[in-house]
T-cell receptor
Framework: EPEVTQTPSHQVTQMGQEVILRCVPI?????FYWYRQILGQKVEFLVS????????KSEIFDDQFSVERPDGSNFTLKIRSTKLEDSAMYFC?????????????FGSGTRLTVV | DQQVKQNSPSLSVQEGRISILNCDYT??????FLWYKKYPAEGPTFLIS?????DKNEDGRFTVFLNKSAKHLSLHIVPSQPGDSAVYFC?????????FGAGTRLTVKP
């Protein structure tokens, strides 16, 4: 069964450093998303991406965050200057349609630890 | 962001019995409601969805009920199995984003 692949599975970074989280969505999916889950808290929407541009973003997704689909297969989330509160599990997801009935396919996540 | 709420952090049921997971929402613009299941160290897995124009959708042991007037939905699992033990997230979508509830940890005891 096709799956969404995320790398690395765990990333430790110093506060203030830039990190790039990588995702390979399912090949025929057109819509891409990033979510995060701070330990013990709910899964939070960050951003959705379609046709090489951001469709929606949440209040969490400020100027420190950016997304890119550099080569038609990868979908990346960049955090420019990490803060301690950015420590969380980051989930990438993709879907074949924007229609909500299809659900999203999520990757296994990248655990980001900012020290 | 409290648009989707799951007020029960945990639920424990006996194998073979019914599990009922509840969810409330506040935004009338949501057009689809979904349930996801999550195991530790994995991403959420899509289970079942329902359109806002329907009141019931069934898929095997899983049935989702939607009460629009009460802004409430529920997931019924019958019969419950030990492998169903996981965290269940309610989600609601409008346009191109989806909002999750806080999750309910279901434990099915043998």
């Amino acid at each position: 069964e096709p799956e969404v692949t995320q790398t690395p599975s765990h990333q430790v970074t110093q506060m203030g450093q830039e990190v790039i989280l990588r995702c390979v969505p399912i090949s025929n999916h057109l819509y891409f998303y990033w979510y995060r889950q701070i330990l013990g808290q709910k899964v939070e929407f960050l951003v959705s991406f379609y046709n090489n541009e951001i469709s929606e973003k949440s209040e969490i997704f400020d100027d420190q965050f950016s997304v890119e689909r550099p080569d038609g297969s990868n979908f990346t989330l960049k955090i420019r200057s990490t803060k301690l509160e950015d420590s969380a599990m980051y989930f990438c997801a993709s879907s074949v349609s924007s229609e909500g009935s299809y659900g999203y396919t999520f990757g296994s996540g990248t655990r980001l630890t900012v020290v | 962001d409290q648009q989707v709420k799951q007020n029960s952090p945990s639920l424990s049921v006996q194998e073979g019995r019914i599990s009922i997971l509840n969810c409330d929402y506040t935004n009338s613009m949501f057009d689809y409601f979904l349930w996801y299941k999550k195991y530790p160290a994995e991403g959420p897995t899509f289970l079942i969805s329902i359109s806002s124009i329907k009141d019931k959708n069934e898929d095997g042991r899983f049935t989702v009920f939607l009460n629009k007037s009460a802004k409430h939905l529920s997931l019924h699992i019958v019969p419950s199995q030990p492998g169903d033990s996981a965290v269940y997230f309610c989600a609601a979508s409008a346009r191109r984003d989806m909002r999750f509830g806080a999750g309910t940890r279901l434990t099915v005891k043998p």
